[in-house]
């Protein structure tokens, strides 16, 4: 850890000059690495700790554990944290999760729960499915958290009850998410990971300087839940190469509601998005919300590139105050920009939805399909159209995920186990890709204290490149 300790100044300094942080707040990353160089004792643990979760090592939470401000916790390749009980992470001070490809890190509910099974299975009830279930909370960061950096990092089965909450953004007596944020000021950093199941939000974001990219998600949430992340105000990154596959709700959703500052800024780019928006139909009969990607509430960014495939609605550029129900505001359109994104829908119900009824998204020439084939010549933006001559056309051409599949089957398929999201050389998605634009720069380059790189835009279409690059599952 002396290693770490002396990059991480260099990495503070870097810091400082691009975010403009208090002097304050540089010292308690400092003093915190050097906290951590001490070794957390594998078994039992509950309470407040700081140190160092050991590689390969397995460590029982049998109570609720407190990271105070200040202190850093890290776990390193291999570590598995076990929940034995509805018990969080209460995260004032930082956290690191630094596992590696052949050598995860796990934080998920305890093996010998006999009910704790995925069950993968196309139509699995959602009621009776264990990833719903809330095992155990969350990892909750505070306002004093300066970073959260999650690396080759499974997340799984959490969402339980938060009784008494002693850090910013959970209620008492409410659902936890599986991973929240909230300093604006602060860094996290969710890379190369897998997030399973969940009650509400697998991740909540209420601020940050946000690198999100590489990612799995499944099964997200199960009463409302947005796949990959409910991004609050206060927060700037890149959401990218991502696969997510059945979230409740949408699979990204921006909004800038809270009123903290900076305004929410959000690049989405080449993500893959399939089967989303059912189970907030079907759990909560909420019409008229989720889906894909969904920029409300005065955000703002970039979206291109993202394969949407089955999703019960294609990108939403929120411009309603209400709809069937919904209270809704504005994004800020003038400074959001789309184009070359792929929709593809096995119904007539999911087709008339591509460019979503009663909201402001423009079509793009640039999409596929293009607009221009099926839209009337005088539509105007939230009109009714007829989508029936895209039923089941413009296959992406999945290596294996047989589609067209019969309706009502697809979109109860949640889990990506078993299957392979790559494109076959033949895909109308292979260089349809934008990528003349930057990714924002907006966290720092390290293997351990930041970003292990920022993956620019890809020149296909979806989460996999055809030569390899972006996601790595």
């Known amino acids: 850890m002396k290693n770490y300790s002396f990059k991480l100044l260099i990495?503070?300094?870097?810091?400082?000059?691009?975010?403009?942080?208090?002097?304050?707040?540089?010292?308690?990353?400092?003093?915190?690495?050097?906290?951590?160089?001490?070794?957390?004792?594998?078994?039992?643990i509950k309470g407040t700790i700081k140190g160092t979760l050991q590689s390969d090592s397995i460590y029982w939470v049998v109570g609720d554990i407190t990271i105070n401000k200040?202190?850093?916790?890290?776990?390193?390749?291999?570590?598995?944290?076990?929940?034995?009980?509805?018990?969080?992470?209460?995260?004032?001070?930082?956290?690191?999760?630094?596992?590696?490809?052949?050598?995860?890190?796990?934080?998920?509910?305890?093996?010998?729960?006999?009910?704790?099974?995925?069950?993968?299975?196309?139509?699995?009830?959602?009621?009776?499915?264990?990833?719903?279930?809330?095992?155990?909370?969350?990892?909750?960061?505070?306002?004093?958290?300066?970073?959260?950096?999650?690396?080759?990092?499974?997340v799984e089965f959490g969402g339980g009850t938060v009784a008494t909450s002693p850090v910013f953004g959970i209620k008492n007596a409410s659902t936890a998410y599986m991973i929240s944020f909230v300093n604006p000021n602060g860094i996290l950093v969710l890379e190369d990971s897998w997030l399973y199941g969940g009650v509400d939000d697998p991740i909540r974001i209420q601020g940050g300087r946000i690198h999100m990219m590489r990612n799995t998600s499944e099964k997200g949430g199960y009463t409302g839940g947005e796949g990959i992340g409910n991004i609050k105000a206060g927060t700037v990154g890149n959401v990218a190469y991502n696969l997510i596959i059945g979230p409740n709700t949408n699979g990204v959703k921006p909004s800038n509601n809270g009123g903290r500052n900076p305004q929410t800024?959000?690049?989405?780019?080449?993500?893959?998005?399939?089967?989303?928006?059912?189970?907030?139909?079907r759990v909560g009969n909420s019409l008229g919300r989720g889906g894909s990607i969904n920029y409300e509430e005065g955000s703002e960014g970039l979206c291109y590139n993202n394969l949407i495939v089955n999703c019960l609605f294609g990108l939403r550029i929120v411009g309603t105050a209400?709809?069937?129900?919904?209270?809704?505001?504005?994004?800020?359109?003038?400074?959001?920009?789309?184009?070359?994104?792929?929709?593809?829908?096995?119904?007539?119900?999911?087709?008339?939805?591509?460019?979503?009824?009663?909201?402001?998204?423009?079509?793009?020439?640039?999409?596929?399909?293009?607009p221009t084939t099926y839209l009337p010549t005088n539509y105007t933006l939230g009109a009714v159209y007829d989508g029936s001559s895209l039923v089941q056309k413009n296959n992406p051409q999945f290596n294996y995920y047989p589609l067209p599949q019969a309706s009502g089957t697809l979109a109860d398929i949640s889990f990506a186990t078993g299957w392979d999201f790559r494109l076959k050389a033949s895909s109308p998605c292979?260089?349809?890709?934008?990528?003349?634009?930057?990714?924002?720069?907006?966290?720092?380059?390290?293997?351990?204290?930041?970003?292990?790189?920022?993956?620019?835009?890809?020149?296909?279409?979806?989460?996999?490149?055809?030569?390899?690059?972006?996601?790595?599952?």
């Open 11 to 44: 990495i503070i300094a870097t810091v400082i000059v691009f975010f403009s942080c208090k002097k304050e707040e540089v010292a308690n990353i400092s003093s915190a690495i050097f906290s951590a160089s001490q070794s957390v004792k594998p078994g039992d």
């Open 430 to 473: 292979i260089g349809k890709g934008y990528i003349n634009f930057t990714p924002l720069s907006n966290v720092p380059i390290d293997p351990i204290y930041g970003a292990t790189e920022v993956t620019p835009p890809g020149s296909d279409i979806g989460c996999y490149q055809l030569n390899g690059v972006g996601n790595k599952h």
């Open 322 to 370: 209400n709809y069937l129900g919904n209270a809704l505001i504005v994004a800020d359109t003038a400074h959001l920009f789309y184009g070359n994104n792929f929709f593809y829908g096995d119904s007539l119900s999911l087709c008339n939805q591509f460019y979503p009824v009663n909201f402001l998204t423009k079509p793009q020439p640039t999409d596929i399909p293009n």
């Open 265 to 281: 800024n959000i690049y989405a780019y080449n993500n893959t998005i399939l089967n989303g928006g059912y189970r907030r139909l």
């Open 70 to 154: 200040g202190d850093t916790v890290v776990a390193q390749p291999g570590a598995k944290i076990y929940f034995t009980g509805n018990y969080n992470f209460f995260i004032h001070g930082n956290l690191l999760s630094i596992g590696t490809q052949a050598k995860p890190v796990w934080f998920t509910a305890a093996p010998n729960r006999t009910l704790l099974v995925k069950k993968d299975i196309p139509g699995q009830d959602p009621t009776t499915d264990p990833a719903y279930r809330g095992w155990w909370g969350g990892l909750l960061g505070d306002t004093t958290t300066q970073f959260m950096i999650l690396k080759w990092t499974h």
